[in-house]
């Protein structure tokens, strides 16, 4: 018998977290009376991960001998699962799961139900909250759409947007980003499901320089893949504006002076929309 949805955690020394977050999952889900499997990848873990996992029932252990990444470790499971819904939590405690029965009753209306952390009790570290939001502000313009979310760790795909974006999706923690942003610019049905979000049992992995850096690259390539004209007309307008300053502070206060930096700007800004132009049609053509 087909599965109704497999559940994919992927794991990366989480020792103390793993074994109350898979039981407490399988509880919540034996009372929704589902056909489900559990697909725990071990992403290389160095501590007792391994070996506690061998310990629990029911559920599809699948090694990386090696640490790969939060999104490889999801894309190795996906490839091993057999139901067309992918629900995907975190092994650390953080996302609640009595919160699942709410995302599964809209699988039947949407193509992606996600668990946004917006609710009273959601308790994002303080850290991460700057980030989160000049990220959320850049993404809501780039998409064209208000994202409560972008990279919530919990939420449930069909396994069908999963598989045709599977050659974009990084390897890396800005999975759920890129699938976020894929799903949306290209006219997939996204549901927001309010959730509460706990403090993290064990060590956080998330690096927030260079994880902050990472996320911000990957949202403006992202939309350049999918509609580039969000980011050539702004910065060509911006060019543009340039050079009619520099002209006229060249006109009024230093004569001749400043017409090269003028020419550089206005041309610069022509390119620019031309490229934007161009990989707008090559986008369409590709769609």
Not at 88 to 104: K, Q
Not at 215 to 230: A, D, H, W
Request: charged share 25%; hydrophobic share 45%.
């Amino acid at each position: 018998m087909k599965k109704q949805i497999s559940i994919v955690i992927p794991v990366y020394n989480e020792e103390k977290a793993i074994k109350e977050t898979i039981e407490g999952l399988k509880r919540e889900l034996n009372k929704l009376n589902l056909n489900y499997e559990i697909i725990v990848v071990n992403d290389g873990s160095t501590d007792k991960t391994k070996e506690i996992l061998g310990k629990i029932e029911v559920i599809k252990l699948i090694d990386h001998p090696e640490n790969k990444g939060y999104g490889a470790a999801i894309k190795t499971g996906v490839k091993q699962s057999q139901a067309d819904f992918i629900l995907i939590i975190d092994a650390d405690g953080t996302y609640p799961n009595e919160s699942i029965s709410e995302l599964i009753k809209h699988t039947s209306d949407y193509d992606m139900v996600v668990g946004a952390r917006t609710g009273k009790k959601a308790k994002i570290p303080l850290i991460r909250k700057p980030a989160k939001w000049i990220m959320g502000k850049l993404a809501n313009y780039l998409s064209g759409m208000k994202i409560p979310d972008i990279n919530s760790g919990l939420r449930i795909m069909k396994k069908s947007l999963i598989e045709k974006y599977l050659y974009i999706l990084p390897d890396g923690f800005s999975f759920t980003t890129t699938i976020t942003l894929a799903a949306l610019t290209n006219g997939y049905r996204v549901k927001y499901v309010p959730i509460t979000y706990s403090k993290r049992t064990g060590k956080s992995k998330f690096r927030p320089i260079r994880d902050t850096l990472n996320f911000f690259q990957l949202i403006i390539r992202t939309i350049l893949y999918f509609n580039p004209l969000k980011v050539f007309i702004p910065l060509g307008i911006i060019l543009f504006f340039f050079g009619i300053v520099v002209f006229l502070w060249s006109y009024f206060f230093a004569p001749k002076v400043l017409d090269t930096t003028t020419a550089i700007f206005i041309i610069s800004s022509i390119q620019i929309l031309a490229i934007g132009m161009l990989a707008d049609l090559i986008t369409k053509s590709r769609k």
